[in-house]
């Protein structure tokens, strides 16, 4: 099972900035995509930005050019930095992580299945 915390959320005025970081841990053998999504009141949960581990990013378009995702695979981290926030961005934040775990034969370390994981959720307000 795969775990990730998300830290770094709460309120700040039009044109502030901010920056989520998200820690994963588990039984984790491999980490392939991490991203962040985001879900506004009313709306449908969608894709902010992801970096696979060849670091390809991928970023909405509301988001670009104000926002930069990295990832940090020792650590085992990604950190969205958000400039230039306006009201439109506050949402809830989700942290995301595609990974395997691993399962033990004797002593030998097995992968297991790739499954997407979920954090909790940070809340994001921009006051105009």
């Known amino acids: 099972q795969v775990t990730l915390a998300e830290s770094g959320g709460g309120l700040v005025q039009s044109g502030g900035s901010l920056r989520l970081s998200c820690t994963a841990s588990?039984?984790?053998?491999?980490?392939?995509?991490m991203g962040w999504y985001r879900q506004a009141p009313g709306k449908d949960r969608e894709l902010v930005a992801s970096?696979?581990?060849?670091?390809?990013?991928n970023y909405a378009d509301s988001v670009k050019g104000r926002f930069t995702i990295s990832r940090d695979d020792a650590r085992k981290t990604v950190t969205l930095q958000m400039n230039d926030l306006k009201p439109e961005d506050t949402a809830v934040y989700y942290c995301n992580a595609y990974a395997s775990t691993y399962g033990m034969k004797g002593w030998t370390k097995y992968e297991s299945a790739y499954n997407d994981a979920w954090g909790k959720g940070t809340l994001v307000t921009v006051s105009s």
């Open positions: 970096v696979t581990t060849d670091r390809s990013l």
């Open positions: 588990g039984r984790i053998y491999n980490i392939a995509d």
